[in-house]
């Protein structure tokens, strides 16, 4: 088993990041609050330029290493559009993108982009999706709105499972953010005449965010190998990375927060807006006990497959 993505990935991902930086960095995401209906122009050319819309996750190795990686990249600015979403969109229907939803009060994050919706529940139920515009502002809402759903079929398992895995990208590139903003606020402000990164309590506080942000990241490459495997344990392991992503969002934008102090809320922290656009992603389509719930559900009685299962390891093998 190799979950390492390969070079190829990893370089897209960096070139990902320079090319999102180009366009405007921090400043899309800012711009897009001020502007929702334009929120797409500064972003989808890019993303067409990066050859986004040219990778086929679901039926090509190097392009779901690529996917995942792309989505990093997206997270890690913040970017103001759902480019999970639209990686994940199921080839045998009509649609844009696909997002994970649950029957009982249907939300996303889609506002103001007049793109075709399908959706899926982790029970494989699909839909067409059409986004209802309530009239909060981005500046609260985070772009979130009700959706309208229509039954289409029940052959979504393995749109979930892939769906729910390029999400968790997305949040893992928030977090690598999230701790690059707050090391380098501790090295730059001084409290009694030396760097906060010189406190031993401020040292721990990074190291526990950075190991929680660590996990993830090897959670996030094996669901990703999962959903190369295919197979019905992919879904319980995109569950298990996204519970494992959400508690690590938690430890870690609490010590970012608690070390960038009062001026980490304000407009003018980067990691303000990083934080609060992160609400969609951990909170929909369920928050954390929401997510460990279906996980619970999913498993029953027989518990993850791990990293040591020969049989399955045969299995992908025979497949490639």
Not at 48 to 63: I, K, N, Q, S, T
Not at 96 to 111: F, K, M, N, Y
Not at 228 to 241: N, V
Not at 291 to 302: K, V
Request: proline share 5%; with cysteine.
């Amino acid at each position: 088993m190799n979950i390492e993505l390969s070079k190829e990935a990893a370089d897209y991902g960096r070139e990902a990041i320079r090319a999102f930086e180009t366009a405007g960095g921090d400043r899309l995401l800012a711009d897009a609050e001020t502007g929702p209906a334009r929120r797409a122009d500064a972003v989808a050319p890019v993303l067409a330029e990066l050859g986004a819309w040219e990778l086929d996750p679901r039926r090509d190795e190097d392009d779901l290493e690529a996917a995942g990686a792309l989505c990093r990249s997206a997270g890690y600015w913040g970017l103001p559009y759902p480019v999970a979403e639209r990686l994940a969109r199921p080839v045998d229907l009509d649609v844009d993108g696909l997002l994970v939803v649950t029957e009982s009060g249907p939300r996303a994050a889609v506002a103001d982009l007049g793109l075709r919706w399908a959706a899926v529940t982790t029970e494989g139920t699909r839909f067409t999706a059409r986004p209802l515009p309530d009239g909060v502002p981005p500046r609260t809402s985070a772009f979130v709105v009700p959706l309208e759903l229509t039954v289409v079929d029940e052959a979504g398992g393995a749109d979930a499972a892939l769906a729910l895995t390029l999400g968790c990208w997305t949040l893992l590139g928030m977090l690598d953010r999230a701790i690059e903003l707050t090391r380098a606020h501790v090295l730059l402000r001084t409290q009694f005449g030396q760097p906060l990164a010189k406190f031993q309590s401020v040292q721990f506080q990074l190291a526990d965010a950075e190991v929680e942000r660590n996990g993830v990241d090897v959670l996030a490459k094996y669901a990703l190998w999962s959903v190369r495997c295919g197979g019905a344990e992919a879904l319980a392991d995109a569950l298990a990375a996204r519970t494992a992503a959400l508690d690590a969002a938690e430890i870690v934008f609490r010590v970012a927060h608690q070390l960038h102090g009062a001026v980490g809320f304000c407009d003018e922290s980067t990691l303000s807006w990083l934080s609060r656009y992160s609400l969609p992603l951990r909170r929909l389509p369920w928050a954390s006990s929401g997510t460990r719930d279906r996980l619970t559900r999913q498993l029953g009685t027989r518990g993850l497959s791990g990293l040591f299962d020969t049989d399955r390891d045969a299995a992908a093998a025979s497949r490639q």
